[in-house]
């Protein structure tokens, strides 16, 4: 089992900046993937960003260039920089873990960290 604590949720001005952080505890080592998801109010989960234990990193369409996506293997946290933000990015965020054994895939989920951006 992987537990995932999330923080750093806030209300921030558009074109302002907030950094999301999720401190990771359990079996951490079987972990392949890192990210973040979001869900606005009333909309489905979406996929935000994630980071590979070589470190290398995806984004979603609509955060590439805004957000940067890091990883502490020595802390076992992955934070998330925020930055240009906009009201559309409005949403709770979760930290995700996710775990690769073969062809199948078993996904961990913070509590979710709440963002609010005013215009």
């Known amino acids: 089992q992987v537990q995932l604590v999330e923080s750093g949720g806030d209300l921030v001005q558009a074109g302002g900046s907030l950094r999301l952080s999720c401190a990771a505890s359990g079996s951490i080592s079987s972990i392949n993937y890192m990210g973040w998801y979001r869900q606005p109010l009333g909309k489905q989960r979406e996929f935000v960003a994630f980071?590979?234990?070589?470190?290398?990193?995806n984004y979603a369409g609509s955060v590439k260039g805004r957000f940067t996506i890091t990883r502490d293997n020595a802390k076992n946290t992955v934070s998330l920089q925020m930055n240009s933000l906009k009201p559309e990015d409005t949403a709770v965020y979760y930290c995700n873990a996710r775990r690769f054994r073969g062809m199948s895939s078993t996904d961990y989920w913070g509590q979710g960290t709440p963002v609010t951006v005013s215009s």
């Open positions: 980071i590979t234990n070589g470190g290398s990193t």
